[in-house]
């Protein structure tokens, strides 16, 4: 079984960064395709950027050349970072990562950005 915990969400101003971390449990973490998702009030849960197992990324459009998904195998960690931020980018963020066919899911740290 895998366990996902974020941290890091929080208000920020137009323009402005946050990092997100999310925490996994276990020693299989090498193995585990990571992902940050997103979900606004009204909208359905959305990608926003997604490492393999080998390190190959994949971004949504709307968050390219801002957004960066990083991962620390060492310390069992996967990071956002997130710069130049939207009010769009206004919603929920979820870690997940697939093991064995299950899905596994944190429970969201809240980015809400405002001025």
């Known amino acids: 079984q895998v366990q996902l915990v974020e941290s890091g969400g929080g208000l920020v101003q137009p323009g402005g960064s946050l990092r997100l971390s999310c925490a996994a449990s276990?020693?299989?973490?090498?193995?585990?395709?990571m992902g940050w998702y997103r979900q606004a009030p009204g909208k359905e849960r959305e990608l926003v950027a997604s490492m393999s197992i080998g390190g190959t990324t994949n971004y949504a459009d709307s968050v390219k050349d801002r957004f960066t998904i990083s991962r620390d195998n060492g310390k069992n960690m996967v990071y956002l970072q997130m710069n130049s931020l939207k009010p769009e980018d206004t919603a929920v963020y979820y870690c997940?990562?697939?093991?064995?066919?299950?899905?596994?899911w944190g429970q969201g740290t809240q980015v809400t950005v405002s001025s």
């Open positions: 276990g020693s299989i973490f090498r193995s585990l395709p």
């Open positions: 997940r990562s697939t093991y064995s066919g299950y899905l596994y």
